[in-house]
Structure formats: structure tokens, C-alpha cells
């Protein structure tokens, strides 16, 4: 349980986040929602260029 803890408070943007999807699978989906979609927001720009990428995302 303090491992759980650690790696939730501390989370590493790759152990943490991979160690969190391995221990739930459950919400891996939701995770990787979230990743995706803050990627979208941070690249705003990028995406209304390519509107492939949103599209591939609003598949998802």
C-alpha cells in the first residue's frame, strides 16, 4: 500500500503513470482519455491544422 501511495504522490510522467496503468487496467482507458486529450489542448494549434489527428481522436 505505501508503494501505491509513493507512486501516486509522486508520479513520474513514465514509471508512475505506467506502474498506475499496470496495477488498474480497469481505468487504463480513462488514463490514457485524459493524456490524450490534454495533448489536444496543449496542442490546439497543431490539431485544427491537422484535422486527421482530431478526427483519429473523435474515433477513439
Known sequence: ???KEKS???RTKG???REYLLRE???MKTTLQL???IFL???SKRA???GKFRE???KH
Open 1 to 3: 500500500m505505501q508503494v
Open 8 to 10: 501516486k504522490a509522486q
Open 15 to 17: 514509471d508512475g503513470v
Open 25 to 27: 487496467k480497469s481505468t
Open 35 to 37: 493524456s490524450k486529450w
Open 41 to 43: 489542448s496543449i496542442k
Open 48 to 50: 485544427k491544422e491537422k
Open 56 to 58: 483519429m481522436m473523435r
